[in-house]
C-alpha cells in the first residue's frame, strides 16, 4: 500500500506538523511559508528558446516552402508570410494559425493534406518531418520574433552594416573590453552614508566579491543577511561542489574543528574530491547538449552514440584536473589538429563536444546549424544562430559572419573509422570483444556477399530496361523528367546512374559494342531510323559480335531507345544461356561460341555496369536491402556500445582534404546562392584576431583560439557567469547563453569583470574561481527572508540573501543511493539505465533522444536538442507521486531502514533499541540528531505500546492490512520525503 495511503488512516499522526510539513504536500512542491521559493527562470528565456526555434527551423521552412507563393511577390488568398503583421492578420478567410491548438490551424489542415479543398504545397505534400515541425511551433504558440516591418527586407539605416556592428562593438556593454576595477574601498562602502553599513572592521575582513556586493547594497539602504551557521555551510558546500550530501561523521568532525581556517580546508577538500568533477561535468553536458543517441533516423538505421560516454569521461577529468578552460575550449573544437601523441591522445574525446547532437535525419545544412548554436551560445553566449536566413536582427552579427562559420564546420567532416583514445591493453575482455564484433561482422558480410551476386544477376538479367531508360534521359529524346522504371519494375538507382556514366565515356576506351552505341546514340532523333539502317549495314563493325549485328539490322529500330531494347534482348539472351550452361557444368569457364563468348565478357567485364565490388553493392542496396543492411550493421555497432571491452574511441572531427568556400544561403535556402564570404570569426569580434580569414584547414583551431582568447571579451565573463549561476541560482548576468542587446545586463557589472580578470590571472582556472566564491561572505550568507529586504528586492539582485535552493534530479537522487548505501562510487564508464533502478549516479543516466524516459522528462530534466543554460523548475503531481509511490524510492526506503539497525546490540531493551535506530535514522538520512519533539513523535508510530508506557498518554493507533511497509521503512521514507532532505539552505 502506498505511504500515502497508509499515513492517513493515523488519525492522530503526531508529526505530521513537528516532523514533516512536506509530507503530504512532497519535497517538490512549493517551500513551506518563510522558506524562499526557487529562483525563477530570467524573465525572457523561455523567449530566447522560441525565438531560436523559429528562426532556425521555422523560417528557413517558410522561405523554402512558402514565401513563392505567398511573400513580397505573390500573395496567393491574400496571405503574406514574410512579415509578423501579415502573418498575425492571415489570408482572405482570416488568420491560418490558432496559437497552441494545430488541430485547429488552417495552415497545419492545408500542409497536413486533412482538408481536401485545402492542400499545400498544392503539387506535393511536405515531408512529415517538416510538417511535425510546423506542428510544434503552432502548439507551442506559434512564436515570432516581434519588431518586424519588412519581413526579410533590412530596414533602411543611415549607418552601413560595418558602423552598425562598430556601433554596437562601441556602445554595448558585453563587446567593451574586461576592466579589472579596484573593489570598492571602506570609504566607497561607507560613503552611503547608510543606516545599514557595516563597521570598518567587518569590513576589514571581507573579500572584494563581499566589497563589490556591500557598495550597492549600502546604496540600497540594504543590509546583507548574516552568516550561515556550520551546518547550513557544509551542507551547501558539499551540495554545490559534489551533488551528494555529507556524513553524519563528516558533519560532526566540520563542527568540532576549532580551526579558524575550518571551511577553507573543506573547500579545498571538496575541490580535489573525484566526484567534484561529476557535479560540474552536469552542468556542461546541458550546455553541450549531451545525448546517447542521434534521434530520428530513417531506414533503420544505428541511432547509439558508441562512445558518447567518452566525452562525458573527458568533461569529468577535466574538471577534476582543473584543465585551464582556454585550453578546455580548444580541445573541444580542434582536438583534432592539436598533434596529441602518447596519453594526450585521450583529449581527443573532448571533440564530442560538437558531435554528440541530434543528427535531425542526417541534414547537413541543420547538423552545421546546430554546430554553430552550441558553440556559439555556449562559449560567447550570443545566439549567431538566428542570422541563418537574414542579418541578426537585435546583435550586430550579419548573415555573413553565420556563413562565415557554416564554411569553417562544412570544410570538417567525421572519419569513418574514429580513433581510440589510446592503445588499448591486452586482456580476456578486449579479445572478447573483438571474436563478438567479428562474429557480428562475419554476419553482415556474408550476407553483403550474398546480396551482391543476387544482384549482379538482377543486373545482367535486365539490360535492356537500363539502356532504354539511358536513351531516354539523353537530351533528344527526353521528355520531362524520366521514369527510373523499365518493363520489369523499378530499377536501382545507382545502377542507372552507373550505366549513364559508363556509356558517356569515349568510345575509344569502350567494347566495340558501345562503340556502336555512341555512333547510335549521335543521329538526330528525327533521322534516326534512315540513318541507323545504313549505319548498321556498314561494314566497318568487323569488331562487333555478328550475332548482334544481325539482331539490330531484323529489328530496324526506329530510334535509340528501340536499339536499346534489341541491344539489351540480346546481351541478356546470352546471360540466360551462360547460366543454364554453367548449371549443367559447374567448371566452365567460356562459352564455344566466340561471338556469345564476347558479349559475356563485355557483362562479365570489372569495369561494367553489371560488375559489383562490396563497395558497389552497398550503393547499389534498394530501401528494403538498405533497412536489413542497417539492421546487421546495427548488431556490429551494438558490440561496441555494450561490450565492456570495447576500447574507447573519440567521437572527433577531421578537416577535409580541400576546405569548403562558403557563400550565403539567400534566405537560410542552399540552393538560393549569394554573395562570397570568407572563413572567419566574428567581425564584431574582429579585434580579437584581427578580422582576417581563416587559413589553417578548416579554420576550426583559429577559430577555438579566437574564442579563447584573453583579448575576447565575451569568453571569461560567460564561464565566470555560468560558475556563478550555479552557485547562486541565477548569474549575475540572468540570460547566461545570451550576451546580446536583448539580453540582462549585469546586476553587478564590475564585479563580473573583476571575476573574469581574475579568472584568466589564475590561469583561467575554474577551482580557484570557485573558491574565490565559495569563501566570500555572500556565499556563506543564510537564506533567511527578511520580510523588508524582500519587498524592496524580491527577486534578490542586490544578493542580500543566499537563495534557498531545491536539489535537481540527480543529486536528489543520488541523495536517495547514498542514505541507503547503494551508490556505485566508480566514476566514468558507459551510460546507464537509471530509470531502470541503476546504483549509479544521475549523470550517467542514458539519455535517448527519440524516447527520453518519462522520469527524466517529469523531473525538469533539459531537452538534449539543443543547449540549455537553466534548468526549468517546475512544480507536478508526477513529481510528489513518483517519491511517494514508485518502487525505487521505496527500496531505498527499505534499504534505510535496514541499515538503522545495523550494530544495535540484540539484548538491549526494546526502546532503546527504537530510540537508537531511530538517531541513526536520522543522521544517515539528514546527518543530523533528531531532537526531542521529533523522537517522541517517531515513537510514537514504530513503538506505540512503549510510548504509552512511558507517557501515560493513550495514542490512537490504526494499523494497516497485513501487505502494509514496516512501520521502520515508513519512518524512513517519511524522512526521505522531507523539504529538509531535497532542498539546501
Known amino acids: 500500500m502506498p505511504v500515502f495511503s497508509q499515513l492517513v488512516l493515523f488519525p492522530r499522526w503526531q508529526f505530521v506538523g513537528s516532523l514533516l510539513i512536506g509530507l503530504l504536500i512532497p519535497a517538490f512542491a512549493s517551500p513551506s511559508p518563510g522558506m524562499a521559493a526557487p529562483s525563477p527562470q530570467p524573465p525572457n528565456q523561455a523567449e530566447q528558446e522560441q525565438e531560436k526555434f523559429f528562426e532556425s527551423k521555422v523560417r528557413p521552412l517558410l522561405v523554402e516552402h512558402c514565401i513563392e507563393c505567398h511573400g513580397p511577390e ?26 497552441g491548438d494545430p488541430k485547429a490551424s488552417r495552415l497545419i489542415r492545408a500542409i497536413g493534406f486533412q482538408d481536401n479543398q485545402l492542400q499545400m504545397p498544392p503539387d506535393r505534400k511536405l515531408p512529415d518531418e517538416v510538417i511535425q515541425i510546423f506542428t510544434e511551433w503552432v502548439r507551442t504558440g506559434a512564436y515570432w520574433p516581434p519588431g518586424e516591418t519588412e519581413g526579410d527586407e533590412q530596414p533602411v539605416e543611415e549607418m552601413s552594416l560595418a558602423e552598425q556592428i562598430e556601433n554596437q562593438r562601441q556602445t554595448h556593454w558585453a563587446f ?73 561523521e563528516d558533519v560532526q568532525a566540520f563542527l568540532n574543528d576549532p580551526a579558524p581556517d575550518a571551511f577553507e580546508r573543506l573547500v579545498d577538500r571538496l575541490l580535489d574530491n573525484p566526484h567534484y568533477g561529476e557535479r560540474w561535468a552536469r552542468h556542461w553536458l546541458d550546455i553541450a547538449r549531451y545525448g546517447d543517441t542521434k534521434g530520428y533516423l530513417a531506414g533503420n538505421r544505428e541511432t547509439r552514440y558508441p562512445y558518447a560516454y ?88 550579419p548573415t555573413a559572419d553565420y556563413y ?22 591486452a586482456s580476456p575482455e578486449y579479445e572478447a570483444f573483438l571474436q563478438a564484433r567479428a562474429e557480428k561482422q562475419a554476419k553482415v558480410d556474408e550476407w553483403v556477399e550474398a546480396r551482391r551476386v543476387g544482384t549482379e544477376h538482377e543486373l545482367r538479367s535486365r539490360v535492356a530496361d537500363y539502356l532504354v531508360y539511358v536513351a531516354n534521359t539523353l537530351a533528344q529524346y527526353k521528355q520531362g523528367k524520366t521514369a527510373l522504371q523499365g518493363k520489369r519494375g523499378a530499377l536501382r538507382r545507382a545502377a542507372a546512374k552507373r550505366w549513364q556514366q559508363y556509356l558517356a565515356q569515349p568510345a575509344e576506351s569502350l567494347d566495340p ?49 528501340e536499339a536499346a531494347q534489341t541491344f539489351g534482348e540480346r546481351l541478356e539472351a546470352v546471360y540466360a544461356q551462360w547460366v543454364e550452361a554453367v548449371k549443367a557444368d559447374d567448371s566452365l569457364t ?19 555496369p553489371t560488375s559489383l565490388n562490396t563497395q558497389q553493392m552497398l550503393v547499389h542496396l534498394d530501401q528494403a536491402e538498405r533497412n536489413k543492411h542497417n539492421q546487421l550493421q546495427n548488431d556490429v555497432n551494438g558490440v561496441s556500445v555494450t561490450h565492456p571491452g570495447a576500447p574507447p574511441r573519440g567521437m ?52 577555438a583560439r579566437a574564442i579563447a582568447s584573453p583579448d575576447n571579451p565575451l569568453t571569461a565573463r560567460v564561464i565566470v557567469n555560468r560558475v556563478w549561476q550555479h552557485q547562486f541560482g541565477e548569474g549575475l548576468v540572468r540570460t547566461s547563453s545570451d550576451f546580446g542587446t536583448r539580453g540582462e545586463p549585469p546586476t553587478h557589472p564590475q564585479l563580473l569583470d573583476y571575476l573574469a580578470a581574475e579568472f584568466m590571472a589564475d590561469g583561467w582556472s575554474i577551482k580557484r574561481l570557485q573558491r574565490r566564491i565559495l569563501l566570500s ?75 527520453l524516459p518519462g522520469l527524466l522528462a517529469s523531473f525538469d530534466l533539459p531537452s538534449p536538442d539543443a543547449s540549455q543554460a537553466q534548468r526549468t523548475e517546475t512544480t507536478v503531481p508526477q513529481q510528489a507521486l513518483y517519491l511517494m509511490n514508485s518502487a525505487f524510492v521505496i527500496e531505498q526506503a527499505r534499504a534505510l531502514a535496514t541499515r538503522s539497525a545495523v550494530n544495535i546490540p540484540a539484548e538491549s531493551p526494546a526502546v532503546e533499541v527504537s530510540q537508537q535506530r531511530i538517531q541513526r535514522l536520522y543522521q544517515l538520512a539528514l546527518a543530523r540528531d533528531p531532537d526531542e519533539a521529533e523522537m517522541r513523535a517517531a515513537m510514537t508510530f514504530v513503538d506505540p505500546v512503549s510510548s504509552e508506557a512511558n507517557d501515560g498518554e493513550q495514542k490512537d493507533v490504526v494499523h494497516t492490512a497485513g501487505d502494509s511497509l514496516d512501520p521502520w521503512v515508513q519512518l524512513a521514507q517519511v524522512l526521505l520525503l522531507c523539504n529538509e532532505f531535497a532542498f539546501v539552505d
Open 310 to 397: 567518452t566525452f562525458r569521461d573527458y568533461v569529468i577529468n577535466a574538471f577534476n584536473e582543473d584543465k585551464p578552460f582556454d585550453d578546455f575550449i580548444v580541445e573541444q573544437i580542434a582536438a583534432d589538429r592539436l598533434e596529441l601523441t602518447g596519453q594526450q591522445r585521450s583529449a581527443l574525446a573532448a571533440m564530442g563536444f560538437l558531435t554528440v547532437g541530434r543528427r535531425f535525419s542526417n541534414r547537413t545544412h541543420d547538423i552545421i546549424d546546430d554546430r554553430i548554436d552550441v558553440v556559439t551560445r555556449g562559449f560567447l553566449g550570443l545566439s549567431v544562430a538566428c542570422a541563418r536566413c537574414h542579418d541578426h536582427k537585435f546583435d550586430p552579427i
Open 652 to 703: 572527433v572531427m577531421v578537416d577535409r582534404d580541400r576546405p569548403i568556400e562558403p557563400v550565403i544561403f539567400r534566405r537560410g535556402v542552399p540552393g538560393n546562392r549569394g554573395d562570397k564570404v570568407p572563413r572567419r570569426f566574428l567581425q564584431v569580434l574582429a579585434s580579437v584576431d584581427g578580422g582576417q580569414p581563416f587559413e589553417q584547414g578548416s579554420g576550426r583551431l583559429e577559430l
Open 74 to 99: 505573390e500573395q496567393s488568398g491574400e496571405l503574406r508570410l514574410d512579415r509578423l503583421a501579415d502573418f498575425q492578420r492571415g489570408g482572405g478567410s482570416g488568420p491560418v494559425v490558432v496559437p
Open 513 to 561: 559494342i558501345w562503340k556502336l552505341w555512341h555512333q547510335l546514340a549521335a543521329l538526330p532523333a528525327d533521322k534516326f531510323a534512315a540513318q541507323a539502317a545504313s549505319k548498321l549495314e556498314d561494314e566497318s563493325h568487323d569488331q562487333v559480335p555478328a550475332s548482334l549485328l544481325a539482331a539490330l539490322r531484323e529489328a530496324q529500330p526506329q530510334s535509340l531507345p
Open 404 to 425: 562565415s562559420l557554416y564554411g569553417v564546420f562544412a570544410s570538417s567532416q567525421e572519419p569513418a573509422e574514429l580513433p581510440l583514445l589510446g592503445e588499448p591493453q
Open 590 to 608: 567460356r562459352l564455344a561460341d566466340e561471338d556469345d563468348e564476347r558479349l559475356r565478357q563485355s557483362l562479365f567485364a570489372a569495369d561494367a
Open 176 to 248: 567593451q573590453p574586461i576592466v579589472a576595477s579596484e573593489p570598492p574601498s571602506n570609504e566607497q562602502i561607507l560613503s552611503h552614508d547608510s543606516a545599514t553599513s557595516p563597521a570598518v572592521a567587518e569590513l576589514d575582513s571581507i573579500s572584494a566579491i563581499d566589497r563589490f556586493v556591500l557598495d550597492q547594497l549600502a546604496g540600497a539602504s540594504l543590509a546583507p543577511n548574516p552568516r550561515a551557521d556550520r551546518r547550513v555551510l557544509i551542507h551547501r558546500a558539499y551540495f554545490t561542489l559534489l551533488g551528494l550530501p555529507p556524513s553524519y
Open 777 to 851: 561572505r555572500t556565499w556563506q550568507q543564510t537564506s533567511e527572508l527578511r520580510p523588508d529586504a524582500a519587498e524592496q528586492d524580491p527577486e534578490n539582485r542586490l544578493l542580500w540573501h543566499m537563495p534557498r535552493r531545491r536539489m535537481e534530479f540527480e543529486p536528489l537522487r543520488d541523495r536517495l543511493l547514498t542514505v541507503a548505501g547503494r551508490l556505485e562510487s566508480r566514476i566514468g564508464g558507459r551510460s546507464a539505465m537509471i530509470h531502470q533502478d541503476s546504483p549509479r549516479r544521475g549523470l550517467y543516466a542514458y539519455i535517448d533522444r527519440e524516447d
